[in-house]
């Protein structure tokens, strides 16, 4: 038989087709962002649950947990490129350290980009890992700031970190007793923006700002002069960036601003979003202040 050969361009990608030759297996990390692509209309849970289910059916993900070493030279770089994605949205410390093994083979390989690299040093903020993302900053050259020493034990607890300024942080309990809202707010928010410029200068919020506690969720970002600049303005209002932890996991929604009320630690109720000039915040701020 004429072997025959067609070769197309679309979308930058050349298709192959010849007559008893078949493509190989599309990788992984290509099909997790294509799921990433297709459930953009999701909650972001349910996202996130889709591309962990197909992250865990992949032979990958049996070779990497029994050590980045099993994986195959390679699926090496696929390895790294899924892990990240999944990471990204669903930071966890195994993946973490999987990624930080994978990174030196695929240097060994000749195959990593400072872009790998930099990846992996933003997966280390989101962990707080600030001292390994520092060594990572100087042994591949990064365009990033030193990180801040980080002091203070680690409990099982909900914790932030305290900025005295841009080289010293101390981890920190949130109380546990009484009426508390824990706001999770970024800088990089338009919402939150609005929401605290409320909270800060609306008369009808004076009752609420002694319970409130202003949380930085544990992005890949570290606005620290945003924050700082934020805690001169309000040092009786500071942000504080949180310290990832089992015990923020009720807590979690991907988005900001997002404020939970708590009584003495225990998750009451939850308020999402900013519209109606915080409608939902004074909802929250009417049941502390309700009789009893």
Avoid at 66 to 84: H, L, N, S, Y
Avoid at 129 to 137: D, G, I, K, P, Y
Avoid at 222 to 229: C, F, N, R
């Amino acid at each position: 038989m004429k072997l025959t050969a067609l070769r197309r361009w679309t979308g930058g990608l050349l298709l192959l087709a010849c007559t008893g030759v078949s493509a190989g297996p599309t990788p992984l990390a290509d099909r997790l962002l294509a799921i990433d692509e297709d459930a953009r209309a999701m909650p972001l849970a349910e996202r996130v649950q889709r591309l962990q289910a197909a992250y865990q059916a992949d032979p990958l993900a049996s070779m990497l947990a029994e050590g980045c070493q099993a994986v195959p030279a390679e699926r090496v770089e696929d390895a790294f490129a899924a892990t990240q994605l999944v990471n990204f949205y669903a930071p966890d410390a195994q993946r973490l350290d999987q990624m930080q093994c994978l990174l030196p083979r695929l240097q060994g390989q000749g195959d990593a980009s400072k872009a790998r690299a930099d990846e992996l040093h933003r997966a280390l903020i989101a962990q707080r890992r600030f001292s390994q993302a520092n060594a990572l900053r100087a042994d591949a050259g990064l365009d990033a700031k030193v990180l801040p020493g980080i002091t203070g034990d680690t409990v099982a607890a909900r914790q932030v970190l305290v900025l005295s300024d841009a080289d010293h942080a101390v981890r920190r309990t949130l109380p546990q007793q009484g009426w508390q809202v824990v706001a999770l707010v970024h800088p990089y928010c338009g919402f939150s923006q609005r929401a605290l410029a409320a909270i800060t200068t609306d008369p009808a919020f004076a009752g609420l700002r002694p319970h409130l506690q202003l949380v930085v969720p544990n992005d890949q970002s570290w606005p620290i002069q945003q924050m700082l600049d934020w805690n001169r303005a309000h040092p009786d209002l500071p942000m504080q960036p949180l310290q990832p932890g089992p015990a923020w996991t009720a807590l979690r929604t991907g988005q900001t601003p997002t404020f939970h009320l708590l009584k003495d630690g225990a998750l009451m109720t939850t308020a999402l979003g900013w519209e109606n000039d915080g409608q939902a915040l004074r909802a929250l701020q009417a049941l502390i202040e309700a009789p009893r």
